[in-house]
């Protein structure tokens, strides 16, 4: 299903003329779904008749700026800036490029006068609030986890989000945000930790009814405690993953409902506005969502399977440039 | 002149015991007189805070981070430091979820220590025969390891069948209200404290650390212990490894890295529980004790992130400096 | 001839490139004490390193009877059964006494017997004579309690050969006396004994042999009868002990710029004193006597009641940055603890007090540093003269030289020498001795602390024995002899002790 | 005597000096050898990694590391560590981001700074006068400041006008070929140079560093060149976040910790450069450089996540180990 903000994307078509676009793959490990949009990108641009030129960076602010400043050096026509900057922190690089006649486009963070394929954070935290609150029939008190506030700026959003939602319904009570460190740590240990003791703080067993989980690993920690504890609350999750899904699939697990940012759609999006700003085709500097994938407890096992065999094809694509 | 050693001895003996008296409990006490009121805090703040099964959560959640930090209490007491550990804890993890399918869970285990001894070796070796920094050698075994993890897994976490029982029990199995990790890191303290307080072994690795060349002219075999010292901080880390591939039924390709603050805050708070000054495991324990505890109470009072911080960061402060405070030796001239 | 216990042959040694043992052969006989002499630096306690495996030889070989041996680390040396109390000896100081004593070869197996480890370390110390509770952590002991610790340790291994590396640097007479008788036990246990030190009389009094070394060359091995001062001077440094011979002309002025009223603290009973311009007081008695709480109130190292004036000023010197500001300079005894600094170099060392006058607009000169540092090198014979070489790659002597050299530039009215001469060679002694009658020249007061009685009546225009953390005796050197001070230092009720404290 | 002097230290002179030309370069050098031959490596590699404009990128990037870690330096020389230099960027960052709609630029980069060193101040009493241990300190700090971070920015990125063109000249202007920035360093760095070496204050660090207690007795007020340490430290980390607000025309509420590791690294490896063996600026200095440069390099050359980390953990331990095999001392006892 598709989010009613995401559906207006441009249809583009290439008009031939050969474009060098540059890309930096700064995922780690635990950023499969990057990975996955960095193949879609590659495989769009050239299905459209382009020519990619990566580097190979590390999943990191730093890495990331570099490797943007390196393709600089490469003579390409445009530049894909990625994740993990802000439109602020990557300013200088853009002026630098259109200095140079470098054209720029943002994938999945807003770029200084480029256009941009988003994230749809307030959708997903809508379409999570839209579940929960039909799931609870509007009454009952749940609690929000993710990674420490600031540390990925999509995860805020999301939380603001169903706070806000969750404000406006006199019979459901958020308690306050439970802070899941960072991912240089071990988030599913920490997820757990933070969970049971928030369990112990809430004994009695109506006193907790939903545990919403922005970032995988919390979830499956999440999904430990209450296993360990044996108490019944139900956990829904953001971003998919193999564990996740595995874990969700898996009929005693307590995470029914998950959402997803379809990476591969949005990178799919982005090769196509490089191309046609690198053809000099013009595009506005609009910034366009992503549709948002959800699904529950008895689709994950499907997903699993798609999600598997995207990663394998991802793989084997972005081999060739050292991905 | 026997005569004036005598009664200066005695002098001195005189003047320590009466001071003993006045300040040695404080002294003694100071670190732990904090943690015990700020455990007290939160079991006012929070009902729920002050009961037999948080108590238990707490030590549940410090299993994996005290082990680490016991490791390191070796190394940093043989007068070195050892990075590496908190990538320790994840290849040894990935070894052991590795292994479980071909080898059995008791093998895996085995193999998987070996592996952090093996480790732990090397980073002996290069600390003492080829004279490597500490510090650089074991950041560069960090990084190391880190890409070795990642050749192992790609990026994927290593399932462990749920039908691996035996195994799971390991971490996640209770006997009555304790959980058995907790048990298991009893039993580690246990002998690891005898080690270090009864044993050859760390008797000489506090000489080491205390002066090396004191200890080398009294023929102790310095490098030998020095090489000790980081085979146990990387076992114990291994140990840790395994505890928590059991406990999450699965090996993760990172995270590990996140152990090494908490071991070292832990440590050097440690080494100044009961004024000794220099680390010792109990101090570790109980400073590892002390950091999860705080985690755990701020959870159930759910204060903000920013708040969080701030107040772990204080009660850091100041429960080292309450000890530090007392413990007015003539002259302090450590600043590390 | 019987085969000797221990035989070097053709033993060389470099640093990183410095020759500092051109092949030096020697032998030790059975049972012998065998007295090592020679210059600061000249390469003796390279050569007992190399013999008890701390460092390895670049080339030559060692024969314990007659079997050729290699030593590769100290424990080697302590299964051969060569024992060894290095100049640079150290304690563990954060373990107690009785750890110390037993460190390295504890009883027990895997697991220690801490019981039977304090019983064997009080039984030595009972053994010695020393008296000190076993329980104390070693970073409490005064230098001269940490030597006599040391020297314990060599009596929970049964040894062959003992070597002992300058021990009575450290010590004051009573010790001395202590340590004497137990050398005597080992010699009549048959125990070879390698006996370095820079008192000949020393050496006269205990060695049935004595080899002296001259700059990584044997420059002669003596039998007892020809020990005797001038030749090993000859063979030492070269020159006749005569020229080395130096005394206090009476430099005192007549104004009082030191004086101290009622200073005393818990271990020293109120003592005042007046010192003139130039006057140098020399300060003795035994281990424990107080005599180190003078050096402590005067540096600034621990609290002290009375008052302390300087030029009729009362001054109060709450720490040493303070002392030094009113114009005390202490030259500690613990020379590796507290004066130097083993990782810098030997100019930054020499320097580093001068670094005020060697500044412009708070930028320091490295060109003027380091010429500095050269003339303090040079005018102290240091050796080797490598200013830009880190300090710990000195030898004992020249470290202490540097210690020294470090107040050269410094005007201070009243500088505190503690030991000022410990492990210094015959040679540098003079050198030393000169500049600190330098400075009384110039008008300034001098304290000089010290265990050695020769040292004193060499320096001292008045001197001040202390027993008990009490003035027993407080007058003119030349109310002195050498064995009536002597006699002083060991008991208070010494004859030079019954004349009245009629001084300054 | 004199005599003998003149001429055995004329031997002495001699013999050292062969003895220089065989092995002394190679000591000197060692590091920096490795330095070069991997740089050469990639240059081999790729084509676009010998280029000006590659070596001015790694220049720039390395600027903020650069600062924190030149900061790092004094501490370390005096003997002690500071765990907090990471936080301290972000927090001097959100200040200046924060001040300048208020203050003008000039006002809040000033303001700024005097954060800064306040906040080396109190690290500096803490570990004096309040007598605790660096490491646990600080790391207390660096919890303090990420909680104040968090109240100041809610968590939000605080923005810097673009409007604000002198401001945002500090960062990403060129003069030339070369990024302002980097000039920027080069003084700060030619200035930290002066410090170290011509300064008092550098020497006395460096004492207080190699011998508190000696450097006690000689009347060297050791807790104010202990504290000076810390300010320098804390200033150098201000002096990287202000151009990094400048860089990156906001300040964001996390982030800075990540320089903290790289900065132990640069200055433990910097230390075995030019074969001195204690932690000086332009080893240091050299360490940061060699750090990034191998990072572009594997950029350049694509190689994968895991290998890129293998590399990074054996190129650290060849250098340094380059180094320590030829300074072949005749004991090898430190282990840091
Ligand atoms: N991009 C978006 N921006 C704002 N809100 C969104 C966005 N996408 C989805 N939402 C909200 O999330 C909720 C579910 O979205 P969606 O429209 O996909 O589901 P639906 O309308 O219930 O199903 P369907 O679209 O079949 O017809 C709706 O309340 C919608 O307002
Ligand atoms: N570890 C070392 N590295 C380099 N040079 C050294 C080292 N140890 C000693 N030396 C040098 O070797 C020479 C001999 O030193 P040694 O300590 O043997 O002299 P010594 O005879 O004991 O003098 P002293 O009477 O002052 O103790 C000195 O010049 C010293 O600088
Ligand atoms: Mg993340
Ligand atoms: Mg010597």
Same mark, same amino acid.
């Given at each position: 299903r598709k989010a009613v903000a995401a559906d207006d994307f441009p249809a583009i078509k290439s008009n031939g003329k050969k474009v060098k676009v540059g890309l930096g793959l700064n995922y780690g490990p635990f950023n499969q779904p990057w990975r996955r949009g960095c193949w879609q990108i590659a495989k769009t641009v050239q299905e459209m008749g382009g020519q990619l030129v990566t580097i190979r960076g590390e999943p990191s602010k730093q890495s990331e700026q570099d490797a943007a400043r390196q393709l600089l050096d490469r003579g390409i026509d445009v530049l894909v800036l990625g994740i993990y900057s802000t439109e602020s922190e990557t300013a200088y690089i853009v002026d630098d490029a259109h200095r140079r006649g470098i054209k720029t486009v943002g994938f999945m963070v807003n770029a200084k006068d480029s256009p941009a394929v988003l994230e749809d954070t307030w959708g997903t935290g809508a379409i999570m609030g839209n579940w929960i609150q039909n799931k609870l029939q509007r009454q009952g008190t749940i609690v929000q986890t993710a990674e420490d506030r600031g540390f990925y700026t999509p995860f805020d959003q999301e939380v603001d989000m169903l706070t806000l939602m969750?404000?406006?319904?006199?019979?459901?009570?958020?308690?306050?945000?439970?802070?899941? #460190?960072?991912?240089?740590?071990?988030? *599913?240990?920490? /997820? $757990?930790?933070?969970? =049971?003791?928030?369990?112990?703080?809430?004994?009695?067993?109506?006193?907790?009814?939903?545990?919403?989980?922005?970032?995988?690993?919390?979830?499956?920690?999440?999904?430990?405690?209450?296993?360990?504890?044996?108490?019944?609350?139900?956990?829904?999750?953001?971003?998919?993953?193999?564990?996740?899904?595995?874990?969700?699939?898996?009929?005693?697990?307590?995470?029914?409902? #998950?959402?997803?940012?379809?990476?591969? *759609?949005?990178? /799919? $999006?982005?090769?196509? =506005?490089?191309?046609?700003?690198?053809?000099?085709?013009?595009?506005?500097?609009?910034?366009?969502?992503?549709p948002i994938s959800f699904i529950s407890k008895d689709q994950a096992a499907q997903a699993l399977t798609e999600l598997k065999s995207m990663d394998d094809q991802a793989i084997a694509l972005l081999k060739q440039y050292g991905g | 002149m026997a005569g004036t050693t005598v009664n200066s001895a005695a002098e001195r003996r005189a003047v320590r015991s009466q001071a003993n008296l006045a300040l040695g409990i404080l002294k003694r006490w100071g670190t732990i007189i904090v943690i015990v009121l700020v455990g007290l805090l939160f079991a006012v703040l929070s009902p729920y805070f002050g009961t037999v099964s948080n108590f238990n959560n707490i030590l549940f959640s410090m299993i994996v981070s005290a082990l680490v930090s016991m490791g390191l209490t070796y190394v940093v007491?043989?007068?070195?430091?050892?990075?590496?550990?908190?990538?320790?804890?994840?290849?040894?993890?990935?070894?052991?979820?590795?292994?479980?399918?071909?080898t059995g869970w008791e093998l895996a285990i085995i193999g998987a220590l070996v592996v952090a001894c093996a480790i732990g070796l090397v980073n002996g070796l290069l600390v003492t025969y080829a004279r490597l920094s500490g510090i650089v050698s074991t950041l560069g075994m960090m990084f190391v390891l880190g890409g070795i993890n990642q050749y192992l897994t790609n990026g994927y976490q290593v399932p462990v069948d749920y039908g691996q029982v035996a195994f799971r029990f390991l971490g996640q199995g209770r006997l009555g209200p304790i959980g058995f990790p907790v048990i298991l890191l009893a039993a580690v303290f246990v002998l690891g404290h005898i080690?270090?307080?009864?044993?050859?072994?760390?008797?000489?690795?506090?000489?080491?650390?205390?002066?090396?060349?004191?200890?080398?002219?009294?023929?102790?075999?310095?490098?030998?212990?020095?090489?000790?010292?980081?085979?146990?901080?990387?076992?114990?880390?291994?140990?840790?490894?395994?505890?928590?591939?059991?406990?999450?039924?699965?090996?993760?390709?990172?995270?590990?890295?996140?152990?090494?603050?908490?071991?070292?805050?832990?440590?050097?708070?440690?080494?100044?529980?009961?004024?000794?000054?220099?680390?010792?495991?109990l101090g570790t324990l109980l400073g590892v004790f002390f950091l999860y505890m705080v985690s755990s109470g701020m959870n159930m009072v759910g204060i903000s992130f920013a708040t969080r911080q701030l107040f772990n960061g204080l009660v850091l402060i100041l429960a080292v400096g309450a000890n530090a405070l007392l413990n007015r030796e003539e002259i302090h001239l450590k600043f590390i | 001839?019987?085969?000797?216990?221990?035989?070097?042959?053709?033993?060389?040694?470099?640093?990183?490139?410095?020759?500092?043992?051109?092949?030096?052969?020697?032998?030790?006989?059975?049972?012998?004490?065998?007295?090592?002499?020679?210059?600061?630096?000249?390469?003796?306690?390279?050569?007992?390193?190399?013999?008890?495996?701390?460092?390895?030889?670049?080339?030559?070989?060692?024969?314990?009877?007659?079997?050729?041996?290699?030593?590769?680390?100290?424990?080697?040396?302590?299964?051969?059964?060569?024992?060894?109390?290095?100049?640079?000896?150290?304690?563990?100081?954060?373990?107690?006494?009785?750890?110390?004593?037993?460190?390295?070869?504890?009883?027990?197996?895997?697991?220690?017997?801490?019981?039977?480890?304090?019983?064997?370390?009080?039984?030595?110390?009972?053994?010695?004579?020393?008296?000190?509770?076993?329980?104390?952590?070693?970073?409490?002991?005064?230098?001269?309690?940490?030597?006599?610790?040391?020297?314990?340790?060599?009596?929970?291994?049964?040894?062959?050969?003992?070597?002992?590396?300058?021990?009575?640097?450290?010590?004051?007479?009573?010790?001395?006396?202590?340590?004497?008788?137990?050398?005597?036990?080992?010699?009549?246990?048959?125990?070879?004994?390698?006996?370095?030190?820079?008192?000949?009389?020393?050496?006269?009094?205990?060695?049935?042999?004595?080899?002296?070394?001259?700059?990584?060359?044997?420059?002669?091995?003596?039998?007892?009868?020809?020990?005797?001062?001038?030749?090993?001077t000859q063979l030492m440094v070269n020159r006749s002990s005569a020229?080395?011979?130096?005394?206090?002309?009476?430099?005192?002025?007549?104004?009082?710029?030191?004086?101290?009223?009622?200073?005393?603290?818990?271990?020293?009973?109120?003592?005042?004193?007046?010192?003139?311009?130039?006057?140098?007081?020399?300060?003795?008695?035994?281990?424990?006597?107080?005599?180190?709480?003078?050096?402590?109130?005067?540096?600034?190292?621990?609290?002290?009641?009375?008052?302390?004036?300087?030029?009729?000023?009362?001054?109060?010197?709450?720490?040493?940055?303070?002392?030094?500001?009113?114009?005390?300079?202490?030259?500690?005894?613990d020379r590796r603890k507290q004066a130097l600094f083993p990782n810098l170099s030997l100019g930054e060392n020499v320097t580093l007090p001068a670094l005020g006058d060697l500044s412009r607009v708070g930028l320091i000169g490295h060109g003027r540093a380091r010429r500095y540092a050269r003339s303090v090198v040079e005018r102290l014979g240091i050796l080797p003269d490598a200013p830009e070489r880190a300090m710990r790659y000195f030898s004992g002597g020249n470290q202490q030289k540097a210690v020294i050299g470090k107040w050269l530039k410094r005007e201070a009215?009243?500088?505190?020498?503690?030991?000022?001469?410990?492990?210094?060679?015959?040679?540098?002694?003079?050198?030393?001795?000169?500049?600190?009658?330098?400075?009384?020249?110039?008008?300034a007061v001098v304290i000089v602390i010290s265990t050695s009685v020769k040292e004193l009546l060499a320096l001292s225009e008045t001197i001040a024995v202390i027993h008990h953390g009490a003035i027993s005796a407080l007058l003119p050197r030349v109310k002195f002899t050498r064995d009536s001070l002597l006699a002083a230092t060991i008991s208070a009720t010494a004859p030079a002790a019954v004349a009245e404290p009629t001084a300054a």
């Amino acid at each position: 299903r598709k989010a009613v903000a995401a559906d207006d994307f441009p249809a583009i078509k290439s008009n031939g003329k050969k474009v060098k676009v540059g890309l930096g793959l700064n995922y780690g490990p635990f950023n499969q779904p990057w990975r996955r949009g960095c193949w879609q990108i590659a495989k769009t641009v050239q299905e459209m008749g382009g020519q990619l030129v990566t580097i190979r960076g590390e999943p990191s602010k730093q890495s990331e700026q570099d490797a943007a400043r390196q393709l600089l050096d490469r003579g390409i026509d445009v530049l894909v800036l990625g994740i993990y900057s802000t439109e602020s922190e990557t300013a200088y690089i853009v002026d630098d490029a259109h200095r140079r006649g470098i054209k720029t486009v943002g994938f999945m963070v807003n770029a200084k006068d480029s256009p941009a394929v988003l994230e749809d954070t307030w959708g997903t935290g809508a379409i999570m609030g839209n579940w929960i609150q039909n799931k609870l029939q509007r009454q009952g008190t749940i609690v929000q986890t993710a990674e420490d506030r600031g540390f990925y700026t999509p995860f805020d959003q999301e939380v603001d989000m169903l706070t806000l939602m969750t404000k406006y319904e006199p019979r459901m009570k958020m308690l306050p945000f439970m802070t899941g #460190s960072v991912s240089t740590t071990d988030e *599913i240990s920490k /997820g $757990r930790e933070n969970c =049971l003791s928030l369990l112990q703080a809430h004994p009695d067993p109506n006193s907790l009814q939903l545990i919403t989980s922005w970032w995988w690993p919390l979830t499956i920690g999440a999904a430990q405690a209450l296993q360990q504890m044996n108490r019944k609350a139900i956990v829904t999750n953001h971003y998919f993953s193999n564990q996740l899904l595995s874990e969700m699939a898996s009929p005693d697990s307590p995470i029914q409902f #998950s959402t997803d940012v379809p990476y591969h *759609i949005a990178g /799919g $999006r982005v090769g196509q =506005l490089a191309i046609a700003l690198g053809q000099g085709q013009d595009v506005p500097n609009d910034s366009y969502m992503t549709p948002i994938s959800f699904i529950s407890k008895d689709q994950a096992a499907q997903a699993l399977t798609e999600l598997k065999s995207m990663d394998d094809q991802a793989i084997a694509l972005l081999k060739q440039y050292g991905g | 002149m026997a005569g004036t050693t005598v009664n200066s001895a005695a002098e001195r003996r005189a003047v320590r015991s009466q001071a003993n008296l006045a300040l040695g409990i404080l002294k003694r006490w100071g670190t732990i007189i904090v943690i015990v009121l700020v455990g007290l805090l939160f079991a006012v703040l929070s009902p729920y805070f002050g009961t037999v099964s948080n108590f238990n959560n707490i030590l549940f959640s410090m299993i994996v981070s005290a082990l680490v930090s016991m490791g390191l209490t070796y190394v940093v007491a043989a007068g070195s430091f050892d990075l590496s550990i908190g990538v320790v804890v994840t290849t040894v993890s990935i070894t052991t979820a590795l292994l479980i399918p071909h080898t059995g869970w008791e093998l895996a285990i085995i193999g998987a220590l070996v592996v952090a001894c093996a480790i732990g070796l090397v980073n002996g070796l290069l600390v003492t025969y080829a004279r490597l920094s500490g510090i650089v050698s074991t950041l560069g075994m960090m990084f190391v390891l880190g890409g070795i993890n990642q050749y192992l897994t790609n990026g994927y976490q290593v399932p462990v069948d749920y039908g691996q029982v035996a195994f799971r029990f390991l971490g996640q199995g209770r006997l009555g209200p304790i959980g058995f990790p907790v048990i298991l890191l009893a039993a580690v303290f246990v002998l690891g404290h005898i080690l270090s307080t009864r044993s050859r072994a760390g008797h000489y690795i506090g000489a080491v650390g205390d002066n090396p060349m004191a200890a080398y002219y009294s023929g102790i075999l310095v490098y030998r212990w020095v090489i000790v010292a980081f085979i146990l901080s990387a076992l114990f880390a291994g140990i840790g490894g395994v505890i928590l591939t059991s406990i999450s039924s699965s090996a993760q390709p990172v995270g590990g890295e996140g152990y090494l603050l908490e071991a070292f805050a832990a440590v050097f708070l440690g080494a100044t529980i009961l004024g000794k000054g220099k680390p010792h495991l109990l101090g570790t324990l109980l400073g590892v004790f002390f950091l999860y505890m705080v985690s755990s109470g701020m959870n159930m009072v759910g204060i903000s992130f920013a708040t969080r911080q701030l107040f772990n960061g204080l009660v850091l402060i100041l429960a080292v400096g309450a000890n530090a405070l007392l413990n007015r030796e003539e002259i302090h001239l450590k600043f590390i | 001839m019987e085969t000797p216990l221990i035989e070097l042959r053709e033993v060389r040694k470099d640093f990183s490139g410095v020759h500092v043992l051109k092949g030096i052969s020697l032998s030790f006989r059975q049972g012998e004490i065998h007295g090592l002499l020679g210059e600061n630096g000249a390469g003796k306690s390279t050569l007992i390193k190399i013999l008890t495996g701390v460092y390895a030889p670049s080339s030559g070989e060692i024969l314990l009877e007659g079997k050729p041996v290699t030593i590769h680390l100290p424990i080697d040396a302590h299964r051969l059964g060569l024992g060894a109390v290095y100049q640079d000896s150290e304690l563990a100081g954060s373990f107690t006494v009785a750890d110390n004593i037993v460190l390295g070869n504890e009883p027990g197996g895997i697991l220690l017997d801490r019981g039977a480890m304090r019983r064997e370390a009080v039984a030595i110390m009972e053994q010695i004579g020393l008296d000190i509770d076993p329980g104390r952590r070693a970073s409490t002991l005064t230098a001269a309690e940490m030597q006599m610790v040391t020297l314990a340790t060599l009596f929970h291994r049964r040894y062959k050969l003992i070597i002992l590396d300058e021990p009575t640097a450290r010590l004051s007479a009573p010790e001395t006396r202590l340590l004497f008788g137990l050398i005597e036990r080992f010699r009549r246990e048959g125990i070879t004994i390698i006996y370095i030190s820079h008192r000949l009389n020393e050496v006269k009094e205990l060695c049935d042999r004595a080899t002296i070394l001259r700059d990584g060359l044997v420059s002669g091995t003596l039998e007892r009868e020809e020990i005797d001062e001038d030749v090993v001077t000859q063979l030492m440094v070269n020159r006749s002990s005569a020229e080395l011979d130096i005394s206090n002309p009476g430099l005192a002025q007549s104004q009082v710029i030191l004086e101290l009223q009622d200073l005393s603290t818990d271990r020293l009973r109120p003592l005042s004193i007046r010192l003139r311009a130039g006057e140098i007081l020399g300060v003795t008695g035994p281990l424990g006597a107080g005599m180190e709480q003078i050096e402590r109130s005067l540096g600034g190292l621990g609290a002290y009641r009375g008052t302390i004036s300087i030029d009729g000023r009362v001054c109060d010197i709450g720490s040493p940055a303070k002392a030094r500001a009113a114009g005390i300079a202490l030259i500690p005894e613990d020379r590796r603890k507290q004066a130097l600094f083993p990782n810098l170099s030997l100019g930054e060392n020499v320097t580093l007090p001068a670094l005020g006058d060697l500044s412009r607009v708070g930028l320091i000169g490295h060109g003027r540093a380091r010429r500095y540092a050269r003339s303090v090198v040079e005018r102290l014979g240091i050796l080797p003269d490598a200013p830009e070489r880190a300090m710990r790659y000195f030898s004992g002597g020249n470290q202490q030289k540097a210690v020294i050299g470090k107040w050269l530039k410094r005007e201070a009215r009243a500088y505190v020498f503690v030991e000022p001469t410990s492990g210094v060679d015959v040679g540098a002694i003079r050198q030393i001795y000169e500049i600190i009658l330098e400075l009384a020249r110039n008008g300034a007061v001098v304290i000089v602390i010290s265990t050695s009685v020769k040292e004193l009546l060499a320096l001292s225009e008045t001197i001040a024995v202390i027993h008990h953390g009490a003035i027993s005796a407080l007058l003119p050197r030349v109310k002195f002899t050498r064995d009536s001070l002597l006699a002083a230092t060991i008991s208070a009720t010494a004859p030079a002790a019954v004349a009245e404290p009629t001084a300054a």
